[in-house]
């Protein structure tokens, strides 16, 4: 039955198969905001509400605690209540939050956070070094079991912590309550932000805790409480969660008193906005949406990019896809970018690095594009000893060259699916395809029993997350290995000076260009829409919605 | 009657026995877990992950596990929404239950009355009208149907809600808030009655049509008897037997949420956890609400067993 809405899609990608040809360059919405042509179109029921902004959400599950939800509704949710230490601007870089500043030694493993005076959580108790320290302490729980895995830190004597060798985590030392010391025993680049998270209470959540006991912390998952611009006021299952403005925000108290997430989804999120139940929603990057909000007159349009990539996993402990020859064959052989403009219709890019446009660490200078070349890729599976055989399909050592494909079920793939079928067939591979749900595939895929696998990664606040399944040990079930890459991982991680950073993640990118571990498919964009009635939203991939409500103001 | 009662309950408990294995195989063997959807972690953490879980243990001692939670009432504990799954059901199911009862009881009265009275007439003008507009009704995509009434009477006309339960951000209590709820009701009732009243009114004008077709019939009328007890009296009583199956089977349909018109409108019921919970291999949730159906419906065909052997004596002596 959930299919229905898929069908419909898929009508929607036929006709935009018929139609990609025609290009979108001439009226592209731009990237950033666009504002709205005629303010005075605001609905009257949306102009009623004097004192609260209402947003859209999809399916928040009631786990309102930064370190325990399980899908990133919830995470939608806690950002709103919870400010973290160490914040992202636009561009995925670290700035202060909660922390006036911090330093690192020389060696990059020890860290210095000074906490900026006076902050306080929502119910006046004052938040200090004591409490950042309780909340690393909890997340080295042996029974911790939620999202983040902060052994990726690597904090001295969080190992000894969580298999009961020691009472504390030695690494972590409050030197004064505005002063916290987290000594790590290897550097990286991407520990600021996984210790400079939110801060629980320890006055609130640590009631009593003991080590391997979670279970009070637990039953205060819909009782959070925390220093974000708004405060928790209540969740009704399946329709709302209500907030008002902190006064205790460190940023000063938000100029709108009332906030509230309204559940809303895909198909219907567009006539809650036009009627004005809704002040603030994403929407589908598409054309035909664009157009609709365009239309209202009272929305302004904000465009901008996503920070993952989509992609095509090889298996390399398939002998076939051992050679690099084969895997470059089958870039080539990949209309990507006819891919692209039928599923984003002019709303995505081809990806040429495992990193989003939006980087600071993209760089495309001098990394094969891998542009679409079919004669190229008959050359390389030619000298790679693949040979067609009478019907066509390559053959080797008596092996015809046919490759399964495991892909889940959403849009990307019901185009992916039958342009890399004809684009492959007619370089000589045979592509079978294989739909199954998505912790299906993730299974099959950690069985080895796939070829090729697509599927896309989460959202990417560092470089190093892009590149990070490429690692030897991590990309142990696709049997990708190569020493120079782990290398260059290794040197991009040890450092947290960009300036320092760029030239390495560069270098990494060429050295994956040409040993490829997977097809990179496509960068996507996000589209959401606010009403006039309301200014300061700006969002972006790394801050959401969330990043803008301290400013967020009804316009009088 | 105790007797035949007190043997089919008894007859229940292998039933749900097996129908308890089944439920935990189906979804056990379904490929993937709940760790293995999460691609941010690494191999490390989510062995660490399944140990907590006890998603490494064997099939058998899992299995035991879930049926001893389940003698002691207990229906486990979510893993993705972090709290026991009956208090996670009681949230979504009775949201769920307003609306499926409300739009039973309407298209249950639409079609009893439209049946009888097109049974009554066979072929006659009316009897073709409502042909018509039944199967138009029906043949709507619900997807379609359910925006084609957001459209009209949401956003053109500004008469009802687009969706939801209550007006966001209300404080409503009392009398206000029935009216609140009442509104957000029409369209998704009207959705659901004109998707469900056709294939229902066949079904009762077929069931009519048989009966006064019957010899008891031709009888009764010979007696003189006016055509209205004939028919509400005798034919209505006998053409309803085969009709009380169907009403056993509405029974686990109330609690477990119509899927594509609860999305739509936004309706905070229970049909988008089933399928959340599939796609998250949220096994608790999955076999606990799976497993309360399957109840629903052996307690649905009971009732219907029973009914029927209170409305018909020959099934009662024959057992």
Redesign the interface.
Same mark, same amino acid.
């Given at each position: 039955m959930a299919t229905v809405p898929n069908s419909f899609k898929i009508a929607l990608l036929a006709s935009a198969v018929m139609f990609s040809s025609f290009g979108f360059a001439d009226d592209v919405l731009k990237e950033g905001i666009t504002p709205a042509t005629d303010a005075s179109q605001v609905p009257a029921s949306a102009k009623l509400r004097t004192d609260t902004v209402i947003a859209g959400i999809s399916e928040p599950q009631g786990i309102f605690n930064p370190y325990f939800f399980v899908n990133g509704w919830d995470e939608n949710v806690t950002n709103v209540i919870f400010a973290r230490l160490v914040d992202w601007d636009s561009q995925g870089k670290l700035v202060p939050g909660l922390a006036e500043s911090w330093t690192v030694s020389p060696d990059g493993k020890t860290y210095t956070i000074k906490l900026r005076p006076n902050l306080k959580f929502s119910d006046g108790s004052p938040l200090t070094a004591e409490d950042v320290a309780f909340t690393l302490t909890v997340l080295y729980d042996p029974k911790y079991d939620g999202d983040t895995d902060i052994t990726l830190a690597h904090i001295a004597g969080g190992d000894d912590y969580k298999q009961g060798k020691a009472d504390s985590v030695s690494g972590l030392k409050v030197v004064d309550p505005l002063t916290l010391q987290v000594t790590t025993t290897q550097p990286g680049a991407t520990t600021l932000q996984k210790i400079g998270g939110p801060v629980l209470s320890k006055a609130y959540y640590g009631k009593g805790y003991q080590r391997g006991n979670l279970d009070y912390l637990r039953t205060l998952h819909g009782k959070p409480l925390g220093n974000g611009p708004y405060v928790y006021d209540k969740y009704i299952p399946g329709q709302e969660i209500r907030f008002h403005a902190n006064t205790n925000y460190y940023r000063g108290v938000p100029p709108t008193p009332r906030f509230i997430y309204r559940v809303t989804n895909p198909s219907t999120n567009f006539q809650l906005f036009q009627t004005g139940d809704t002040d603030y929603d994403a929407f589908t990057s598409r054309p035909d949406d664009i157009e609709q909000l365009k239309l209202l007159g009272f929305a302004n349009i904000n465009l901008y990019g996503s920070s993952d990539y989509s992609k095509i996993e090889f298996n390399l402990k398939r002998p076939a896809l051992q050679d690099a020859k084969v895997r470059q064959a089958l870039i080539y052989g990949l209309d990507r970018q006819k891919l692209i403009d039928v599923v984003y219709q002019g709303y995505g890019t081809v990806a040429i690095e495992p990193i989003s446009p939006i980087s600071w660490a993209y760089n495309t200078e001098g990394v094969n594009p891998y542009k679409f070349d079919p004669a190229q890729a008959k050359k390389l599976l030619d000298e790679a000893g693949w040979k067609t055989g009478s019907d066509g399909i390559r053959v080797k050592d008596g092996k015809r060259l046919e490759l399964t494909l495991l892909v889940s079920k959403k849009v990307l793939n019901d185009a992916l699916i039958p342009i890399a079928k004809e684009d492959y067939q007619k370089i000589g591979v045979l592509l079978k395809p294989q739909v199954v749900d998505f912790n299906a595939l993730m299974s099959q895929r950690k069985a080895g029993n796939y070829d090729l696998a697509s599927f896309s990664t989460s959202t990417l606040n560092d470089p190093h997350d892009g590149v990070w399944d490429f690692y030897s040990t991590e990309a142990a079930v696709q049997g990708y290995h190569n020493a120079e890459v782990d290398k260059l991982i290794n040197e991009g991680n040890a450092t947290l000076d960009i300036e320092k950073r760029k030239p390495i993640y560069h270098e990494l990118y060429k050295v994956l260009a040409n040993d490829p571990p997977v097809i990179l498919l496509g960068n996507r964009k996000i589209l959401s829409a606010s009403s006039a009635r309301v200014t300061g939203f700006k969002p972006d991939i790394y801050n959401g919605l969330t990043g803008s409500l301290p400013d967020v103001k009804i316009v009088k | 009657m105790r007797n035949f009662i007190l043997r089919r309950l008894l007859q229940t408990i292998p039933m749900l026995f097996l129908a308890s294995l089944l439920i935990f195989m189906l979804f056990a063997k379904?490929?993937?877990?709940f760790i293995? $959807?999460?691609? =941010?972690? +690494?191999?490390?953490?989510a062995a660490e992950?399944k140990a907590?879980?006890g998603l490494d243990q064997p099939l058998i001692s899992r299995y035991l596990h879930w049926l001893g939670n389940l003698l002691q009432g207990d229906l486990g504990f979510s893993?993705?929404?972090?709290?026991p799954v009956s208090q996670l059901l009681n949230?979504?199911i009775w949201?769920s239950f307003l609306l499926a009862t409300i739009a039973m009881v309407l298209y249950w009265g639409i079609a009893l009355a439209v049946g009888i009275v097109s049974a009554m007439k066979p072929y006659s003008l009316f009897d073709h009208v409502v042909s018509v507009v039944i199967f138009a009704a029906m043949s709507f995509?619900?997807?379609f149907l359910c925006?084609l009434l957001?459209?009209w009477f949401?956003?053109d006309l500004?008469w009802l809600?687009? $969706?939801?339960? =209550?007006n +966001?951000?209300s404080d409503a209590t009392g009398w206000a808030w029935v009216m609140q709820v009442a509104a957000h009701l029409v369209l998704p009732v009207v959705a659901l009655v004109m998707l469900q009243a056709g294939s229902l009114t066949r079904y009762f004008r077929a069931s009519m049509l048989d009966v006064v077709r019957m010899d008891f019939i031709r009888t009764a009328r010979a007696k003189g008897l006016r055509e209205r007890t004939v028919i509400l009296k005798h034919a209505l009583r006998n053409a309803l037997l085969p009709i009380i199956t169907l009403l056993g089977f509405e029974l686990p349909g109330l609690f477990s949420g119509a899927?594509?018109t609860e999305?739509?409108?936004?309706?905070?019921?229970a049909g988008?956890i089933h399928?959340?919970s599939l796609?998250?291999?949220d096994y608790p949730v999955l076999m606990g609400f799976t497993l309360f159906l399957a109840v629903l419906t052996i307690l649905g065909n009971l009732i219907a067993d029973v009914l029927y052997a209170w409305a018909d004596p020959r099934i009662r002596v024959r057992s």
């Open positions: - | 379904t490929p993937g877990d293995d $959807g999460n691609i =941010t972690l +690494t191999a490390q953490r992950l907590l879980y893993l993705q929404y972090q709290i949230q979504y949201n995509p619900t997807f925006l957001i459209k949401a956003v500004h809600p687009v $969706g939801g339960m =209550t +966001t951000g899927l594509i999305k739509v409108f936004n309706w905070p019921g988008h399928i959340d796609a998250a291999r």
